[in-house]
């Protein structure tokens, strides 16, 4: 929530000067009111009051932030006094304050908790506090703050571009896989396309940290209709009856002002949340194919943190036992109580992506019937725990949970129709009796027959991974390295990175490795060329470029979308054979990882990580040289 979205010209008071706490305070109350958002002034006064009763809310520094939740609150508020020769706020340091912001919160919530902790971040700049005290008027104090909150937070993006009515005419939800890049690339894209096109418009993200700037049912309810740009699964139901365009996330950056239209000139279907199209065709008519690479991708996004988070621990495992010198003959990884609480957690988290892997993907097809199933058969897929007289004890793996997931999913569809005809009088305990107990009865008999087919096929990819000659590895390196290149963040992306979280869990490290460094290259291919070949590129992307060191080292391909976007004849091939390069040379030196994720932050824990170092540096040079040669020289 931001500051800037809490603070109304009506409740600013600048160059104020009370004589004393007491005056203060009543100043701030009155601003509050002024605001609009307090019922009852005299109850929200007592709870101001009652807060300072328990010990002064003045923080030092100059700093005073009274707050209280109350009944007589209608919606969140700030109030904001400056007072240049400060007041006697019983700060405990014993020096004046001359910054004051009121917090207005309903009872429901925690807000003022968020707004508080933001207000302490923020205010902690000795700079940023100066520009607020010299502010000449309200605007100015407005966008000190505004100025500041972008620079704190960058990933949020300020509610603008409203209709005169305070409603927004088009919303959005965008959101890809990893939630990292293409998430907030196609916000950003459709946000500069609504203000380009005078059309009040907000974007929704859902991004590796969760929902931010999520729509309301207020906005929902009073919008024309609803672009979501995906490419896993978001939240439908509440968009049921309106207008509903669904898209690629990609056509959120490459044609937003297109998607915008199909809102606005009311060439969007009406969606049910039935799956049904009511009126006109279903948004981008969906194949088959793709329906399916979402629903995958939804299950790969919700597992991607068990995978990064437990595979650096486990790195760290390792790491700690070689530094303590553990003997070969040890078990690696729990020589030292240090590595042992490092691997015993992470393995923690890797015992549960498999399972979360199919838990999500049944979740995107069947919804919250579909995870249940999906994740108790996910688990019997790492587990093998069927009915050993009758399918053993087998474990079918990471293939067996992909295929649980969507089984899985189906097979609750299944069952929801076939109970479509039962009585109305058992609606209620579909859901939480009969869904489930048919699902989870379908899916225990099912994987029981799977677990040996499919424990079978992971273990001859083991081996013939295993058995794999060393200029067969290098090709593979190759391949995957190219594959991480090749649409930066789509299908090949994924699929070579899904390959090689599958190869750590089956102990083929080099894989990984050689998957991460194909990642690495090309921003950072891309970020040499506009350091030392200039006139290739254009004043915007050079002065772009260097932000894409920062994202290849710590493995964010995303970063070279906007440049493959603009030249991709050229830049791709060049990337693709940088990267390449660098996968065939991390296999060549038997380079390994077992951290899925983390770029250079990570290099610690890698094998042989002076020759996966060289192979990086290698593979860059390479993309750079080829941008140099493919490129044209751009005439400003």
Same mark, same amino acid.
């Given at each position: ?18 004589? =004393? ?14 605001? /609009? ?8 006064? %007592? ?79 000795? #700079? ?16 000190? &703050? ?16 409203? @209709?005169? #009515? ?41 991004? @590796? ?21 995906? #490419?896993?699964?978001?939240?439908? +139901? ?45 948004? #981008? ?98 587990? /093998?725990?069927?009915? @050993? ?5 087998? !474990? ?11 089984? /899985? ?8 129709? $076939? ?37 079978? $096929? =992971?273990?001859?990819? +083991? ?21 991480? +290149? ?7 992306? %994924? ?5 090689? &979280? ?32 200039? =006139? ?17 080292? +710590? ?12 030249? !991709? ?16 040379? @991390? ?8 951290? !899925? ?40």
């Amino acid at each position: 929530m931001r500051i800037v979205d809490l603070l109304s010209k009506e409740s600013i008071l600048l160059k104020a000067s009370p004589k =004393n706490k007491q005056e203060a305070i009543d100043k701030l109350v009155e601003l509050q009111v002024k605001g /609009g958002k307090i019922a009852d002034k005299e109850a929200y006064k %007592k709870g101001i009051l009652a807060r300072e009763e328990q010990g002064s809310t003045a923080v030092g520094e100059g700093i005073a932030i009274p707050h209280a939740k109350s009944d007589a609150v209608k919606g969140p508020s700030l109030a904001a006094m400056t007072v240049p020769d400060g007041v006697d706020y019983e700060a405990l340091d014993g020096e004046p304050s001359n910054l004051l912001f009121m917090i207005a919160a309903p009872m429901d919530g925690d807000v003022h908790l968020e707004v508080l902790s933001r207000l302490m971040t923020i205010l902690m700049d000795e #700079d940023f506090r100066a520009k607020l005290l010299a502010a000449k008027d309200k605007n100015e104090f407005i966008n000190v &703050i505004d100025e500041m909150e972008q620079e704190k937070y960058p990933d949020e993006k300020k509610e603008q571009n409203v @209709s005169g #009515d305070g409603s927004y005419k088009v919303l959005a939800v965008t959101a890809c896989p990893t939630g990292i890049a293409h998430t907030y690339m196609a916000a950003e894209a459709l946000e500069k396309a609504g203000k380009k096109m005078g059309v009040p418009i907000k974007v929704e993200t859902n991004g @590796s940290g969760g929902a931010k700037n999520i729509l309301t049912k207020d906005e929902i309810a009073a919008c024309d209709g609803i672009i979501v740009a995906a #490419d896993k699964a978001v939240e439908m +139901s509440r968009f049921n009856g309106k207008k509903v365009y669904k898209t690629k996330v990609s056509d959120g950056i490459k044609i937003p002002e297109e998607l915008i239209n199909k809102i606005v000139s009311g060439d969007a279907p009406i969606y049910n949340h039935d799956g049904e199209i009511t009126d006109g065709g279903s948004g #981008d008519d969906e194949t088959f194919g793709r329906k399916i690479y979402k629903q995958l991708m939804n299950g790969v996004s919700n597992m991607l943190p068990f995978v990064v988070a437990g595979g650096i621990f486990i790195a760290l495992a390792f790491l700690i036992d070689t530094i303590a010198g553990a003997p070969q003959d040890s078990t690696f990884g729990t020589y030292t109580a240090a590595a042992e609480f490092f691997k015993t957690i992470g393995g923690y988290a890797f015992n549960f992506m498999v399972p979360i892997l199919a838990a999500y993907i049944g979740m995107s097809i069947a919804d919250r019937p579909g995870f249940l199933v999906g994740l108790v058969g996910g688990y019997l897929a790492t587990t /093998g725990s069927t009915f @050993s007289s009758v399918g053993g004890d087998v !474990p079918s793996g990471f293939l067996g949970a992909l295929f649980a997931g969507f089984i /899985g999913g189906y097979i609750m569809l299944g069952i929801e129709k $076939l109970c479509d005809n039962m009585p109305k009088a058992l609606n209620g305990i579909k859901p939480v009796l009969i869904y489930p107990l048919a699902g989870l009865g379908v899916i225990a008999v099912i994987m029981c027959a799977v677990n040996p087919i499919m424990g079978y $096929l =992971n273990t001859g990819l +083991s081996n013939f991974l295993s058995n794999m000659g060393d200029s067969s590895k290098i090709v593979l390196g190759c391949i995957l390295g190219g594959m991480m +290149s090749i649409d930066m963040g789509g299908p090949f992306n %994924k699929a070579a990175y899904t390959f090689g &979280i599958t190869a750590i869990a089956a102990g083929s490290y080099d894989i990984m490795a050689a998957v991460m460094i194909g990642g690495m290259v090309p921003p950072i291919a891309i970020a040499l060329s506009t350091t030392f070949f200039k =006139n290739r590129w254009n004043e915007e992307e050079r002065k772009n470029g260097p932000v894409n060191y920062i994202m290849g080292l +710590s493995f964010i391909t995303e970063g070279a979308i906007p440049y493959a976007a603009a030249d !991709p004849l050229r830049v791709i091939p060049s990337c693709l054979i940088g990267a390449a390069t660098a996968g065939g040379l @991390s296999m060549a030196f038997d380079c390994t990882l077992m951290a !899925p994720h983390g770029g250079v932050f990570v290099f610690a824990v890698v094998g042989n990580w002076p020759m996966y170092i060289l192979s990086l540096v290698i593979g860059s040079l390479v993309g750079m040289l080829l941008l140099a040669l493919l490129k044209k020289k751009v005439n400003e």
